[in-house]
């Protein structure tokens, strides 16, 4: 196996997260799931997403449709500040200062 993915069942255990959750969280399509060597496996890169999502549910108690609600408003955030990055740099290309 690669090492850019860890097993599911592994995760699972070691951060005492249901296996259902992981399921809810791919059909809502906040990740996604990889099969390697027959084994359903989690992205490491994908890891700091589930477990923000994770501690959203499980301390939180934030249901499924909360933490997509939440999830498109944090990447609604993340365009606005590329925009809001972008146009700084053209007001300095002009000259502007801020």
């Not at 860890?6 to 997260?17: A, F, G, Q, R, W």
Request: hydrophobic share 35%; proline share 3%.
């Amino acid at each position: 196996m690669q090492n850019d993915y860890i097993i599911l069942s592994d995760y699972c255990d070691k951060c005492h997260v249901e296996p259902s959750f992981i399921d809810l969280l791919q059909e809502g399509g906040l990740i996604d799931i990889y099969m390697e060597d027959g084994k359903p496996c989690l992205l490491f890169s994908q890891l700091p997403d589930v477990e923000r999502y994770s501690r959203m549910y499980y301390d939180l108690s934030i249901n499924m449709e909360g933490i997509d609600a939440i999830h498109h408003l944090l990447q609604r955030i993340e365009e606005m500040q590329r925009e809001i990055d972008r146009l700084h740099s053209r007001l300095r290309f002009f000259g502007v200062d801020l």
